[in-house]
């Protein structure tokens, strides 16, 4: 799946090249028919925020300590990239963990998997930005982050009648700098909203975060309770600004290379994790101990026919919002602690392909648009205020090595969210609606046939993000002993994102490890209730024998 890297506008931390960049994710290293001004990278310390000298450790833990305590066998339900970072995790602290997933593929919602045609059907267009160190971090050490195809961190937004707005972060300085000068030189706005947008960025807490990282941090997450359009109006925003520039920013999506969970796959079978696939969990099985404590006793698990009960040490639920909602027991809900998830409500969206005979985002050469034997466009992650996908990419371009077929051209990927109107319409009617809104973005497109289509819809995806909402998202150490959460909804100080769930997957781990005395002190005393059960049963079985 292709993947991104690009900086945010407002980034906490500094790059440590002025002009950070926007990459692709490919194995090709060479250059591949794109314009000179792109270079290709493959190194993640030189090109992305180093945020391990000075950010906030909430965004980026320091290196967890070598565990000592007693080996532990832990059980994870879901293969996604926060089931997965729990794994790696825990089997550097030399623990043993197997992994269930009722899917027949890894990567959870940023997962993809290949038609009967050889065609990759994704899962959503997703961007992560430049200081998504968790994410870096992992990738080096499952060796998947030598296939990165460096963009030049700009913004581009394509407007009606294919009018080419940009918000350029190439600067020689970083954060917040290149950030207030992207927005005062940008011509996707006029020149009030770019003052206005420019004054309100300079009162942001990114100006704190350059002396006081942990402070900005902390202000952040106290205008939890005022929507972004609220606070930024506040600051002297302004509409116009939201709505050509900022809405389609933020429906962007969080996506990653698929080829980076198969090195995550084997990373963790090197280590002795094994996943079990197709293994859904149909129950967790619970019960209380002699002076009232809760704890699982097991997961009741099926695949197809075949049933059976895993029993582990811990218990990590690596879920999506509607996925933890239908794992946990309903009697669970007496607890503040898991009732207040339900308040957390999913998103849909909808993602659409199209295959065409031709480059569509080719804007300045009508001939050269026709051309299949040669890629032409805008290779970038794209904006749009004026249709229904704010977000989109020619991946034929900007990921050529799973994408790009000889003789055929633009594969667009679209992303439609909130994608509650087309959840209910059919497939042709999504693809119609689509392809009308793409030609109206690039009207030198006319006359081009789309050869091949996919929607993939997904009914609740990332939770709906809102004022007050943060207090519900749950710590990843619950009130059982035994049972830990994981995933990008969890409490962790990045949005509900694939940083995020990363970032989950290392709180778990440190709280498993933490309690490791602990679960097994409570592993003894449930295996001496148990023997103490299965002894009055057989004094039991014994009297009424006696008794015959």
Known sequence: MASSVAFPAASVARTRKGNGEFSLSGRRRQLWKVPQRLCVRSSLDSNVSDMSVNAPKGLFPPEPEHYRGPKLKVAIIGAGLAGMSTAVE?????????????????????????????????????????????LFRLMKKVGAEQNLLVKDHTHTFVNKGGEIGELDFRFPIGAPLHGIRAFLTTNQLKTYDKARNAVALALSPVVRALVDPDGALKDIRDLDSVSFSDWFMSKGGTRMSIQRMWDPVAYALGFIDWRQHQRSLKYITDRGGRFHLRWGCREILYDKS?????????????????????????????????????????????????DNIYQLVGVPVVTVQLRYNGWVTELQDLERSRL??????????????????????????????????????????????????????????????????????????????????????????????????????????????????????????????????????????AYICDAGEELVALRKKIATAIDSQVQANALYTKDKLSLV
């Not at 009722?102 to 997962?111: A, D, T």
């Not at 059976?308 to 239908?326: E, H, L, Q, S």
């Not at 679209?414 to 392809?435: Q, W």
């Open 90 to 134: 825990l089997l550097d602290q030399g623990h043993e963990v197997d992994i269930y997933d009722s899917r027949s593929f890894i990567g959870g919602k940023v997962g993809s998997f290949v038609d009967k045609r050889g065609n990759h059907i994704e899962m959503g267009l997703h961007v992560f930005f430049g200081c998504y160190n968790n």
């Open 372 to 509: 299949l034997r040669k890629a032409a466009g805008l290779d970038n992650l794209l904006y749009t205020p004026d249709a229904d996908f704010s977000c989109f990419a020619d991946l034929a371009l900007a990921s050529p090595e799973d994408y790009y077929i000889e003789g055929q051209g633009s594969l667009l990927q679209c992303v439609l969210t909130p994608g509650d109107p087309y959840m209910p319409l059919p497939n042709d009617e999504i693809i119609k609606r689509v392809s009308k809104q793409v030609l109206t973005l690039f009207p030198s497109s006319q006359g081009l046939e789309v050869t091949w289509s996919s929607v993939v819809k997904i009914g609740q995806s990332l939770y709906r993000e809102g004022p007050g909402k943060d207090p519900f998202r749950p710590d990843q150490k619950t009130p059982i002993k035994n049972f830990f959460l994981a995933g990008s909804y969890t409490k962790q100080d990045y949005i509900d994102s694939m940083e995020g769930a990363t970032l989950s997957g290392r709180q778990a781990s």
């Open 290 to 338: 002699a002076d009232g404590e809760t704890y699982i006793a097991g997961l009741a698990m099926s695949k197809a026919t075949n049933k059976k009960v895993v029993k582990a040490d811990a218990y990590v639920a690596a879920c999506d919002v509607p996925g933890i909602k239908r794992l946990l027991p309903t009697q669970w809900r007496e607890w503040e602690f898991f």
